[in-house]
Nanobody, 123 residues
Framework: QVQLGESGGGLVQAGGSLRLSCAAS????????MGWFRQAPGKEREFVAA????????YYADSVKGRFTISRDNAKNTVYLQMNSLKAEDTAVYYC????????????????WGQGTQVTVSS
């Protein structure tokens, strides 16, 4: 079992930046593939970015490619999402997720989810 806690959300103007963090409990964080998802009002949750257990491989949704960067620090049990050039359409609740098993970046199949952090981009 792993518990995830997101932080770093807030209100930012279009074109600005935010860095989200997701801290994980447990001693096996380094074996998890980690992902970020988001859900905007009235929409389904969608994939944003993922990183494999080693941190070497990443994968992004087309909508954020070139603007967002996912990274991880296994010594701190934390995964990050650096978000630059933010747009109004990036407004959503952002969730981190974990999938055990020494996997590369995953688009789906996550077992554990955080509670989410709100990101609001004003235009």
């Amino acid at each position: 079992q792993v518990q995830l806690g997101e932080s770093g959300g807030g209100l930012v103007q279009a074109g600005g930046s935010l860095r989200l963090s997701c801290a994980a409990s447990g001693r096996t964080f380094s074996s998890y593939a980690m992902g970020w998802f988001r859900q905007a009002p009235g929409k389904e949750r969608e994939f944003v970015a993922a990183i494999g257990w080693s941190g070497y491989n990443t994968y992004y949704a087309d909508s954020v490619k070139g603007r967002f960067t996912i990274s991880r620090d296994n010594a701190k049990n934390t995964v990050y999402l650096q978000m630059n050039s933010l747009k109004a359409e990036d407004t959503a609740v952002y969730y981190c997720a974990a999938r055990p098993g020494y996997r590369g970046p995953q688009v789906e199949g996550y077992n554990y989810w955080g509670q989410g952090t709100q990101v609001t981009v004003s235009s």
